[in-house]
């Protein structure tokens, strides 16, 4: 049967981290009725749950409002209670298809429960995966909040790593700005790359390697993360001969990129950059798609912080909110 257009949502949003919810708290607010597909639990190869990469943060010390800390978990429950106050509808499906329209009909959306509905505007926000080496062990430790992490920016700072050894694992720019913040607090910071040169440009390299602290292991692989409850150290191969041999760290950094969450988008005509993040137009959240935006990890190859999202977020609902007006549809 053929959906009406008088059966479109003003604005659905997909997604469920800092940015989702702050999109629906801004749209809800401004009486768009917004629904949320938060989406479901899957792992790739690590845990993917709703509400994004704050899910797996023990502690969120650098979010402004919150001078002792908070715990990520606690923080997306309170985003969503704070949506669904101002009477956001949540759904928990994933949007597994979409169809986009450019002539200011209503998108189409293929939900996981094998519905189909339209929006008149849509707002992605389904962030970004950490690339994680798939050990055992080191998903445990990362989802338990024993000091495996995929962002020294957001946890590097924590009193559990001060003056302690610390590892990062990776070999290019991220890695390297990583291991660079982390001289600041640790007593030694491990590089553990698999080669024996780095792909990081020569500026960022000489920046980690000008520090006393700075140390990196040539052509070693992490093969086990060691502990039960907090992390002991890394088992390590050496690439060309084969040798094991244990390192001990307090805390270890994967840094080998992030994945934006947008196979679901393939087909979709939205336009990508070389990493697959969704390209915006201008500092605006609007995508190459009339009524698409992008708010979060998934359109940032850059910053990927709570607070950015956050703000990205409340840019695609103003955004949202104005493409509406402009269609007469509010």
């Known amino acids: 049967m053929a959906l009406s ?147 020294a920016v957001c946890d590097g700072a924590l009193p559990a790593f001060r003056n302690q050894p610390l590892a990062v694992v990776g070999g290019g720019d991220t890695a390297m700005e990583e291991a660079t913040y982390l001289t600041k607090f640790a007593s030694v910071v491990y590089v553990i790359h698999r080669r024996d040169q780095l792909r990081a440009s020569k500026i960022m390299q000489e920046r980690f390697l000008s520090k006393d602290n700075a140390k990196v292991l040539w052509n070693k692989v992490v093969v086990d993360v060691l502990g039960e409850n907090k992390i002991t150290g890394v088992l390590l191969r050496d690439t060309k001969t084969g040798e094991e041999s244990q390192l001990e760290v307090k805390g270890l950094f994967v840094a080998i990129g992030h994945t934006p969450a947008t196979k679901f988008l393939q087909d979709s005509g939205l336009d990508f950059d070389e990493a697959g993040f969704i390209v915006l137009k201008g500092r605006g959240s609007q995508t190459n798609l009339p009524g698409v935006f992008a708010a979060g990890d998934v359109a940032d190859p850059r910053y990927k912080q709570a607070v950015t999202a956050a703000g990205m977020g409340c840019q695609a609902a103003l955004d949202a909110e104005h493409y509406l007006g402009q269609q007469g549809l509010i």
């Open 5 to 151: 257009d008088d059966s479109a949502h003003k604005v659905v949003i997909i997604g469920s981290g800092p940015a989702g919810w702050t999109a629906a708290i801004y749209a809800a607010r401004a009486q768009l009725d917004p629904v949320v597909y938060v989406g479901v639990p899957k792992q790739d190869p690590g845990p993917i749950l709703p509400g994004g990469q704050l899910m797996l943060t023990t502690e969120v010390e650098n979010y402004p409002g919150f001078p002792d800390g908070i715990e990520g978990p606690e923080m997306m429950d309170r985003f969503q209670a704070q949506a669904e106050r101002f009477g956001t509808k949540v759904v928990g499906e994933d949007i597994t298809r979409v169809e986009f329209a450019s002539d200011g009909k209503p998108h189409r959306l293929h939900t996981s429960g094998g519905q189909t509905i339209q929006a008149h505007a849509v707002i992605i926000a389904t962030g970004a995966t950490a690339n994680w080496l798939g050990l055992e062990n080191e998903l445990r430790l990362a989802r338990s909040g024993g000091g495996v992490s995929a962002c």
